[in-house]
Structures are given as C-alpha cells and as structure tokens.
C-alpha cells in the first residue's frame, strides 16, 4: 500500500508541476537580465525542500523576467540572529519563509512590507482558508500570506488498542487517561513497564508549546490582555492549569512519558511500540508510510470546547525597492494559487491553504487514500492561531518554561505564577525602553 502510494503521488505530483499555468503580469526585467530574488527559508525535512524547489523551478520557468532563488538558512529557531543581522545591514532576502508568530517583530523593525492594498485587490484574497487569517494580521494590516498549513492530532496504534482491549478511541480528558493507563503495560511479563500510553515533550521549545497549546484553548483559556490598557498576556489563566494538571496526571500515573529533550516530535518510540499514541501533524505520514506499522488519527480530546492550533510557516515581503518587490509579489499570487497547493499538500502532507485546492478532485483522491487527513481537515475548522505580537517570542519562552517546570514535577500553578511575572516583568521593561 504505501509503494502503491508514492507512485500514485508521485505521478499526480508530476502532472501538476509539467501541466501550464496561468501566466501573471510580471515585472519587465532591467536590462534584459530576469530580476534574481533570494527566499530564505528553513523548510525540512529534506524531501519537503525537494518538492519547494521543483514547484520554484516551474515558476522560473514560465517567468522568464523572474528568477526565484531559494537558500535555506536553517531551522527557524537558528533563523532570527542570520534576520535581525541583514536586516541591520541592509541587505535583507527579498522573501522570508518563517513562522506568522514572527510579524510583530519584523513589523517592528520596519523590515516587512504590509500586504492588504495587494491582496485585497487579488481574487485569491476569497480562497484563503478563513481561520488562517487571524495568524496574517495585526494592527489592521496584513503583514504575510500562508505557504502551507497544518495542526496536530494523536496519532496511535490500532494493534495496541486492541491488545489492551480499548474498542474506542478518547474523545474527552478524562477518557485520554483512563486509555493511557489502560495502554501503559509489561508486554513481556519481566515486571517492569515497557509500553507506555503516550509521550510527551520535554523541554521549553516552540514545539512543546505549539502541542501543548489546543490542550489550553480546550479548557477554555485565553492568552490575550483583559482590557487594552492591560496588554500582556495571560499566562496564568484557569485554562493553563487545567491543561497542565492534564500533562501532569498523565506522567505522574506512570501512563505517560517524556521525550528526550526538546525532542518532541521524534517518532522513533512511537515506530517502535513503545508508546501508543503521540501528538504530532500530517507531515510525519511519509516516514508513518514508510515504516510499515499500523496507525490511526484521532482528534484531540476535549474538556470545554474543540481546539486547535494553526500550524505551518507564511511568506514575508521584505522591503527592498519597488521593483523587486512588484517582482516578489508575483510569486506569492502563485504560491496562494491552487496547482502550488496542490502540488505542494501531495507532495508533502501538509494541508492546502487554498479552498479550490482542497477541494479539486486531485487532493480529494488524495485524502480518500489517507482517509487519517480528514482528522486535520476538519480540526481546522476550530483551528486557531498562536498570538500575533511583537513579544511573542517572551511570551513562548515563558509559556516553555512553565509547561517543562509542570512536567519535571512542579506545582502547575507555582510554575504559571512564576512564568506570568517574569513575562509581565519582561514586557514592562521592554514598553519602558521604548518609550
């Protein structure tokens, strides 16, 4: 089946790239020489750079006053000192591929060009999936589009659940625990456990909080300031709580385990049998494919309300000079376009953020051979985004450190109190500076 797969993806793949496009109105070029724009970027694993760079080269292609030249620059926490330092030096990249979390601080720095005069203008404005706009704006303008899109989900192991005797999958907290314990054994009767009912991720990281996070909106907290005149989030809420005396029972009850550090999103444990479930996305379904072990999706449970958060990376304009970035807009009216997100969701896993794509008969075959997408597809319907502002990055730092101090056996609320001062602290001095 997954050989089967990859022939059939890779067949519709070349399609899409080789069939024409729609050529846009570009940019004369200077000179008679194509205009050469840089796109940073920190796209992995490196199958997924390969398909960007095939979809970049069809446009090169068939935009001959238009070179695209893509440089990867590592993954996007080893991003922003190479950022800030070009942007000091005058010499940013024509496009960045970063996380939308990113907007407040280039917005600050005055290094990213608003969007909304273009993309208000273009019919492509009216494809865009709707929950992805909440990670594109802040302070009435648009700042990035999206590339690509996805959340996370529990993947588990169908062959574990029925050894253990489990007939449904969880679909709220309480029962999420009583299926951990229940998968959490001594499979080989030598008196020590050496299956366990989930894993989750140590450390403080972008990766801990992106999966911890719809656990927190599940339980019906909120990040935002209380009023306007109070602007710095809310660490510590009763949402916050609940989700980590969520993580907390599950490792204390001995069903749950911690990932190595900052390690999260490593499946090795998961291949091997030795958790039965892992919050994790859509990209992991090539290497799933690929180990030929069993494997199901099921949404995240619930407490309050569904929950989840946007995931993937957006594209920023640069500001360069007027002609580059006439140029630079060309090629994100193609990456919105369907064939670039048809292209790209079958090529990679991710979810299309463009609706025509989602829906074309191509990406719906597609989703009828991986019927587990269809989780994805509709937890984005509940999906939201991780908070658009210029502190964000405080803001995660602190979120980590509280969620590892809770997983390392803290008091979850001593552990909240203590980040939300700091956060406060922080934020305070930085409003101070600026002023």
């Given at each position: 089946?997954?050989?089967?797969?990859?022939?059939?993806?890779?067949?519709?793949?070349?399609?899409?790239?080789?069939?024409?496009?729609?050529?846009?109105?570009?940019?004369?070029?200077k000179?008679?020489?194509?205009?050469?724009?840089?796109?940073?970027?920190?796209?992995?694993?490196?199958?997924?750079?390969?398909?960007?760079?095939?979809?970049?080269?069809?446009?090169?292609?068939?935009?001959?006053n238009?070179?695209?030249?893509?440089?990867?620059?590592?993954?996007?926490?080893?991003?922003?000192?190479?950022?800030?330092?070009?942007?000091?030096?005058?010499?940013?990249?024509?496009?960045?591929?970063?996380?939308?979390?990113?907007?407040?601080?280039?917005?600050?720095?005055?290094a990213?060009?608003?969007?909304?005069?273009?993309?208000?203008?273009?019919?492509?404005?009216?494809?865009?999936?709707?929950?992805?706009?909440?990670s594109?704006?802040?302070?009435?303008?648009?700042?990035?589009?999206?590339?690509?899109?996805?959340?996370?989900a529990?993947?588990?192991?169908?062959?574990?659940?029925a050894?253990?005797g489990?007939?449904?999958?969880?679909?709220?907290w309480?029962?999420?625990?009583?299926?951990?314990?229940?998968?959490?054994?001594?499979?080989n009767?030598?008196?020590?456990?050496?299956?366990?009912?989930?894993?989750?991720p140590?450390?403080?990281?972008?990766?801990?909080?992106?999966?911890?996070?719809?656990?927190?909106f599940?339980?019906?907290?909120?990040?935002?300031?209380?009023?306007?005149?109070?602007?710095?989030?809310?660490?510590?809420?009763?949402?916050?709580?609940?989700?980590?005396e969520?993580?907390?029972?599950?490792?204390?009850e001995?069903s749950?385990?911690?990932?190595?550090?900052?390690?999260?999103?490593?499946?090795?444990?998961?291949?091997?049998?030795?958790?039965?479930?892992?919050?994790?996305?859509?990209?992991?379904?090539?290497?799933?494919?690929q180990s030929?072990?069993?494997?199901?999706?099921?949404?995240l449970?619930?407490?309050?309300?569904?929950?989840?958060?946007?995931?993937?990376?957006?594209?920023?304009?640069?500001?360069?000079s007027?002609?580059?970035?006439?140029?630079?807009?060309?090629?994100?009216?193609?990456?919105?376009?369907?064939?670039?997100?048809?292209?790209?969701?079958?090529?990679?896993?991710?979810?299309?953020?463009?609706?025509?794509?989602?829906?074309?008969?191509?990406?719906?075959?597609?989703?009828?051979?991986?019927?587990?997408l269809?989780?994805?597809l509709?937890?984005?319907?509940?999906?939201?985004?991780?908070?658009i502002?210029?502190?964000?990055?405080?803001?995660?730092?602190?979120?980590?450190?509280?969620?590892?101090?809770?997983?390392?056996?803290?008091?979850?609320?001593?552990?909240?109190?203590?980040?939300?001062e700091?956060?406060?602290?922080t934020?305070?001095?930085?409003?101070?500076?600026e002023?």
């Open positions: 089946m997954p050989l089967k797969l990859a022939v059939c993806l890779l067949f519709i793949l070349n399609i899409l790239i080789l069939s024409g496009c729609q050529n846009s109105t570009t940019p004369a070029s000179n008679g020489q194509p205009i050469e724009l840089t796109l940073w970027h920190g796209i992995n694993p490196p199958p997924n750079r390969d398909v960007f760079k095939t979809l970049t080269d069809k446009f090169n292609k068939t935009h001959p238009i070179q695209i030249k893509p440089v990867y620059i590592g993954q996007p926490d080893q991003q922003l000192p190479k950022i800030l330092t070009a942007i000091v030096g005058n010499a940013p990249p024509d496009l960045l591929w970063n996380a939308a979390t990113s907007s407040g601080k280039l917005a600050e720095l005055n990213i060009k608003p969007l909304e005069n273009w993309l208000d203008k273009s019919p492509l404005k009216a494809e865009i999936y709707p929950a992805l706009f909440e594109m704006e802040l302070g009435g303008h648009t700042w990035s589009v999206p590339l690509a899109t996805n959340n996370v529990i993947f588990y192991r169908p062959s574990l659940f050894a253990a489990i007939k449904k999958v969880p679909q709220n309480a029962q999420l625990k009583q299926v951990a314990r229940s998968l959490t054994r001594d499979t009767g030598d008196g020590r456990t050496d299956q366990h009912g989930i894993v989750l140590l450390g403080k990281g972008e990766w801990t909080v992106f999966t911890w996070l719809p656990f927190m599940s339980a019906g907290g909120e990040l935002k300031g209380e009023t306007p005149q109070s602007p710095v989030p809310q660490i510590d809420n009763p949402g916050s709580r609940a989700a980590l969520l993580w907390s029972d599950l490792l204390k001995g749950g385990i911690l990932s190595a550090p900052e390690r999260g999103y490593e499946l090795d444990n998961f291949i091997a049998g030795k958790v039965a479930m892992q919050i994790t996305g859509p990209w992991t379904l090539a290497q799933l494919q030929a072990i069993d494997y199901g999706v099921m949404p449970p619930i407490l309050k309300r569904p929950a989840a958060v946007v995931g993937g990376e957006n594209l920023f304009l640069m500001k360069t007027p002609e580059r970035e006439r140029a630079a807009l060309v090629f994100l009216e193609y990456v919105l376009g369907e064939e670039f997100q048809t292209a790209w969701a079958l090529g990679t896993g991710y979810l299309p953020i463009n609706l025509k794509s989602r829906q074309s008969k191509a990406y719906q075959s597609f989703v009828e051979k991986n019927p587990v269809q989780v994805f509709e937890q984005m319907n509940s999906a939201r985004a991780r908070p502002i210029s502190g964000y990055s405080r803001l995660s730092e602190n979120l980590g450190r509280a969620i590892e101090a809770t997983i390392l056996g803290r008091n979850p609320q001593d552990a909240l109190k203590e980040s939300q700091r956060l406060t602290l934020l305070d001095i930085t409003t101070a500076k002023k």
